[in-house]
C-alpha cells in the first residue's frame, strides 16, 4: 500500500541545519510532485516548497527562498527537505504531502516529523 | 504570500450543517479553480477532502461540499457529527506557481 515515511524527530540549536526525509512507497515514484508544509505549535498549515516529478524542478515560497533546500533521490525513492540558519521560530512538525502533477492538491501525507529548534 | 483568510472557529450541533469560507485575491482563490480543503485532526497527518473547488476523492463522505464565488471559497459540513470535530484549511494555487494555505477554522461539535 501507498505510504510516505519521514524520518525521525529532531532536535537543532539555533544557526544549525536540518535535513527531514520523506520515503515513498507503494506507488511510482517518479510520477508525482512532493511538497513540504510545516505546522508550528499553535500555528496553521504553511506551504514551504516542491519538487517537481522531474526530479530537479524546485518553486519554494518567497519566505524560505535563500533557506531551504528540496532534493530527490530516484535510487531511494526518498525526498529531502534540507532548512538552514534555523531560528526557534522553526520548530514545527514537518510533514511531506504527494501531488499527481497538474491536479494542484495534496492527496497523501507523509506522518510528519518533529523539528524542534533550541539551545 | 499572506495566509487565506478564513474564520478562527465554527460550531454547530450534531446534525446541523455549517460554513466555512475562505477568503483570497485575485491572485490564487480568484484566478484558479485549483481550491482545494484538509481535515486535520490532532496527532494525525492532514486529510484531502475537497479538491478542485468542489470535487470529493473517493471515500470521503458526501456530507462536505465545496463552492467558490470571487475571491471567495466555501466548505460546507452538512449533517455534523461528532467524528467532523477538527481544523479544516483551505489551499490555493497561485498565480506565483507558489501554494497557499489559509489560517485554519477550528470546527467545534456542540
Known amino acids: 500500500q501507498m505510504q510516505l515515511v519521514q524520518s525521525g524527530a529532531e532536535v537543532k540549536e539555533p544557526g544549525a541545519s536540518v535535513r527531514v526525509s520523506c520515503k515513498a512507497s507503494?506507488?511510482?515514484?517518479?510520477?508525482?510532485?512532493m511538497h513540504w508544509v510545516r505546522q508550528a505549535p499553535g500555528q496553521g498549515l504553511e506551504w514551504m516548497g516542491i519538487i517537481k516529478s522531474d526530479g530537479v524542478t524546485t518553486v519554494y515560497a518567497q519566505k524560505f527562498q535563500g533557506r531551504v533546500t528540496v532534493t530527490s533521490d530516484t535510487s531511494t525513492n526518498t525526498v529531502y527537505i534540507e532548512l538552514s540558519s534555523l531560528r526557534s521560530e522553526d520548530s514545527a512538525f514537518y510533514y511531506c504531502a504527494r501531488e499527481s502533477p497538474f491536479t494542484f492538491n495534496f492527496d497523501f501525507w507523509g506522518q510528519g516529523t518533529l523539528v524542534t529548534v533550541s539551545s | 504570500q499572506s495566509a487565506l483568510t478564513q474564520p478562527a472557529s465554527v460550531s454547530g450541533s450534531p446534525g446541523q450543517s455549517i460554513t466555512i469560507s475562505c477568503t483570497g485575491t485575485s491572485s490564487d482563490v480568484g484566478s484558479y479553480n485549483y481550491v482545494s480543503w484538509y481535515q486535520h485532526h490532532p496527532d494525525k497527518a492532514p486529510k484531502l477532502i475537497i479538491y478542485?473547488?468542489?470535487k470529493r476523492p473517493s471515500g470521503v463522505s458526501n456530507r462536505f461540499s465545496g463552492s467558490k464565488s470571487g475571491n471567495t471559497a466555501s466548505l460546507t459540513i452538512s449533517g455534523l457529527q461528532a467524528e467532523d470535530e477538527a481544523d479544516y484549511y483551505c489551499n490555493s494555487f497561485t498565480n506565483s506557481g507558489t501554494y497557499v494555505f489559509g489560517a485554519g477554522t477550528k470546527v467545534t461539535v456542540l
Open positions: 478542485d473547488v468542489s
Open positions: 507503494g506507488y511510482t515514484f517518479t510520477h508525482y510532485h
